[in-house]
């Protein structure tokens, strides 16, 4: 058997702390936004173009105190994805209750290219906006991956989810399950203004290098 998951005190995300970092994702995330609105409405075109089917993928997610929310990003896959994926779990090379499979062919041509600059995940911004997730922070997952992880996973959503984390910057899906849960851990407990800087910057330098793209 591995190591144990790091343990961790409880920690609290209030008063300046939560002031914060709530101002900073808005800050960020609104300046973002005007400055991207382009690049998001020549995305939405080109999907709709390609198969006339909906811009968007939405699914529900857990996020802070285990409540669901709905994630959304730019469809990447062919419409009837999730019908197909049942037939393809054979093929799962994911660990810990995550799927994952190399060269998916439910993955269109558009949406490889969407995925390896993490363009997909662009429309994520509106959740940072409505407060479901933040900027930076612990990987959102499906409930029932969750209920595949360790105990100690479930700490994880005493913060707000991240659009990006020390899990995804520190390998992004190369990373195994467990091995990533440590890292989501450790950035709740040891969580800084500047950290969440870092990762921002390294996560930039990730999806220039396509490193581990989803």
Known sequence: MGAPLLHIEEP?????????????????TS????AISPILVAIAILIKLQDGGPVLFRQKRVGQNGDEFWMYKFRSMVTDAETRKAALM????????????????????LGRFLRDYSFDEL?????VLNGSMSLV?????????????????TRRTLVTPGLTGLWQVSGRSDLEGDEGVRLDLRYVENWTF?????????TASAVLAKRGAR
């Open 137 to 153: 922070g612990p990987r959102p997952h499906l409930a029932h991956e969750i209920a595949q992880m360790p105990s100690e996973a």
């Open 123 to 127: 429309p994520q911004l509106f959740n």
């Open 194 to 202: 500047t950290l969440d800087i870092l990762i921002l910057w390294k």
């Open 31 to 34: 300046l973002g936004l005007i």
């Open 12 to 28: 609290h995300f209030s008063g300046w702390r939560k002031v914060i970092k709530r101002s900073s994702d808005l800050m960020i």
């Open 90 to 109: 054979a093929k799962n090379e994911g660990k810990g209750g995550l799927f994952k499979l190399t060269d998916d062919p439910r993955i269109t041509p």
